[in-house]
Nanobody, 127 residues
Framework: QVQLVESGGGLVQAGGSLRLSCAASGRTFSTYAMGWFRQAPGKEREFVAAVTTTAGTTYYADSIKGRFTISGDNAENTVTLQMNSLKPEDTATYYC????????????????????WGKGTQVTVAS
């Protein structure tokens, strides 16, 4: 089992920045990739970004490319999402996820490919 705990959400003005962190514990050696998803009220959960734990390969959704940066720290078992130039449409609950099986560009954005999930942290961007 892998436990994931997110932190760093909050309220920010449009154009501002937030830094989300996800702390992993348990059988972290079994994870192949860590990712961030988000879900706004009334909408489906959508992929934001992911990073593989060994090679450090990163994947980003087109909607946030150039504004968000994902990074992983294997020594600390954490993954961070730096979010800049935030927009009101970025408002959502952000979830950290861990995948045990290998990811590639075909499956990285699929929530069903991830095995463990955190409880989420709320990000609200005011206009």
């Amino acid at each position: 089992q892998v436990q994931l705990v997110e932190s760093g959400g909050g309220l920010v003005q449009a154009g501002g920045s937030l830094r989300l962190s996800c702390a992993a514990s348990g059988r972290t050696f079994s994870t192949y990739a860590m990712g961030w998803f988000r879900q706004a009220p009334g909408k489906e959960r959508e992929f934001v970004a992911a990073v593989t734990t060994t090679a450090g390969t990163t994947y980003y959704a087109d909607s946030i490319k150039g504004r968000f940066t994902i990074s992983g720290d294997n020594a600390e078992n954490t993954v961070t999402l730096q979010m800049n130039s935030l927009k009101p449409e970025d408002t959502a609950t952000y979830y950290c996820a861990a995948a045990v099986w290998a990811v590639n560009s075909m499956v990285v954005a699929s929530p069903g490919h991830y095995d463990y999930w955190g409880k989420g942290t709320q990000v609200t961007v005011a206009s």
